[in-house]
T-cell receptor
Framework: AQRVTQPEKLLSVFKGAPVELKCNYS??????LFWYVQYSRQRLQLLLR??SRESIKGFTADLNKGETSFHLKKPFAQEEDSAMYYC????????????FGKGTLLTVNP | GAGVSQSPSNKVTEKGKDVELRCDPI?????LYWYRQSLGQGLEFLIY????????KSGLPSDRFSAERTGGSVSTLTIQRTQQEDSAVYLC???????????FGPGTRLTVL
């Protein structure tokens, strides 16, 4: 069975501080990993995916297959980063349905 | 272009009533998904459509839940004899055939009294 674990429900940092949102997964095979973000009163949207190896809004995430992790990092948090972040997994050939973690609410304080 | 739209945005119903939730995917997106977002459970997959057929209904929680899609476009999620535990935000997402990014609608907040 596939599972995504985000151990922190809440994370609070000060502006300019580094931030790391943790994500661990369980999947027997090669998954695709994603980070989705939901800003206040906005719809859920894709932030980044491991396959693209991109940096979006200063965020990066590296897939570590040995540790089965896909942590999201940003060196200097901004107030506008405050949002709900969801880590998600889809299996190859699984119709791309997403299994989500329960989310981490990030608050960046001024 | 227009994104995924859902209606109604809010629905309040009494226990035991049936409800229908509608999703309009992005034009040309052949894949359509329904998810449920509830307190304590997070986001859960319900059903996947490819065109008008549903090859994966594994997330539907009971036989009170059903969904259909017509014309490869609009989808309707129907919940019969609603229960209080059905209260949640129901999200629809669509995906273009050769992509892996899902685009989400704003959701329908269902409250069962």
């Amino acid at each position: 069975a596939q599972r995504v674990t985000q151990p922190e429900k809440l994370l609070s940092v000060f502006k300019g501080a580094p931030v790391e949102l943790k994500c661990n997964y369980s999947y027997s095979g090669s998954p695709e990993l994603f980070w989705y973000v939901q800003y206040s009163r906005q719809r859920l949207q894709l932030l980044l995916r491991h396959i693209s190896r991109e940096s979006i809004k200063g965020f990066t995430a590296d897939l570590n297959k040995g540790e089965t992790s896909f942590h999201l990092k940003k060196p200097f948090a901004q107030e506008e980063d405050s949002a709900m972040y969801y880590c998600a997994l889809s299996g190859l050939g699984s119709n791309y349905k997403l299994t989500f973690g329960k989310g981490t609410l990030l608050t960046v304080n001024p | 272009g227009a994104g995924v739209s859902q209606s109604p945005s809010n629905k309040v119903t009494e226990k035991g009533k049936d409800v229908e939730l509608r999703c309009d995917p992005i034009s040309g997106h052949t894949a359509l998904y329904w998810y449920r977002q509830s307190l304590g459970q997070g986001l859960e997959f319900l059903i996947y459509f490819q065109g008008n057929s549903a090859p994966d209904k594994s997330g539907l929680p009971s036989d009170r839940f059903s969904a259909e899609r017509t014309g490869g476009s609009v989808s309707t999620l129907t919940i019969q004899r609603t229960q209080q535990e059905d209260s949640a935000v129901y999200l629809c997402a669509s995906r273009i055939d050769r992509g892996n990014e899902q685009f989400f609608g704003p959701g329908t907040r269902l409250t069962v009294l």
